[in-house]
């Protein structure tokens, strides 16, 4: 079973450009989350989906950051404009609904997008 | 959630028995204490979780308080693989809703 990819692996763009990431969730989970670690500090939520809905979306740092998921499936994160401060690795999680169902509840993460912002 | 509390180094002999401690002393009845790590630069990857007993699966035991107010992850024979940070979350395991918060962990390094 393939697990959570993400695309690309690492982006290097400069300030002002846009880059959008893409994630893959394991087939069949509805929860799709996105993380980033910024340089030295810890990992961050930014946002939450059940299937095509955004859950919570409380760590999303401002209106630079857009992220979808259409049809339930993948999902997008695109940052327009990049800021310098937006370099670091972003990480997609996935997880079925139920806890149990798999046998733990676990998010499973792909393995992150490192964005540099020049 | 409540919050926890790590060291934030450690260091353990390959072969022998990691233990990885973790304070939660706000910890609430119906939170769950999850252990997750991070090797390099790699995903996190889950490890454990329980609630109030002892658990044990391939990778880990998961050792708990009877007050629940501290917890110890145990790596019974650890490799040189098992050198990763390693995160102890507290959080409400409420169906859709399992947002994992971070801290900064406990960098984990085994010495061959």
């Known amino acids: 079973e393939a697990g959570v990819t993400q695309f690309p692996s690492h982006s290097v763009i400069e300030k002002g450009q846009t880059v959008t990431l893409r994630c893959d969730p394991i087939s069949g989970h509805d929860n799709l989350y996105w993380y980033r670690r910024v340089m030295g500090k810890e990992i961050k939520f930014l946002l939450h989906?059940?299937?095509?809905?955004?859950?919570?979306e409380s760590g999303m740092p401002n209106n630079r950051f857009l992220a979808e998921r259409t049809g339930g499936t993948y999902s997008t994160l695109k940052v327009q404009p990049a800021e310098l401060e937006d370099s670091g690795v972003y990480f997609c999680?996935?997880?079925?609904?139920?806890?149990?169902?798999?046998?733990?509840?676990?998010?499973?993460f792909g393995e992150g997008s490192r964005l540099t912002v020049l | 959630d409540a919050k926890t509390t790590q060291p934030p180094s450690m260091d353990c002999a390959e072969g022998r028995a990691a233990n990885l401690p973790c304070n939660h002393s706000?910890?609430?009845?119906?939170?769950?204490v999850y252990w997750y790590r991070q090797i390099h630069s790699q995903g996190p990857q889950y490890i454990i979780h329980g609630l109030k007993n002892n658990e044990t699966n391939e990778m880990a035991s998961l050792i708990i308080t009877e007050d629940r107010k501290s917890s110890t992850l145990i790596l019974p024979h650890a490799t040189l693989r098992d050198t990763a940070v390693y995160y102890c979350i507290v959080r409400v395991e409420v169906i859709g809703a399992q947002k994992l918060v971070f801290g900064q962990g406990t960098r984990l390094t085994i010495n061959p």
């Open positions: 999680a996935s997880s079925q609904v139920r806890p149990g169902t798999s046998g733990t509840g676990e998010l499973f």
């Open positions: 706000t910890i609430s009845g119906n939170e769950y």
């Open positions: 989906f059940v299937k095509e809905s955004k859950q919570d």
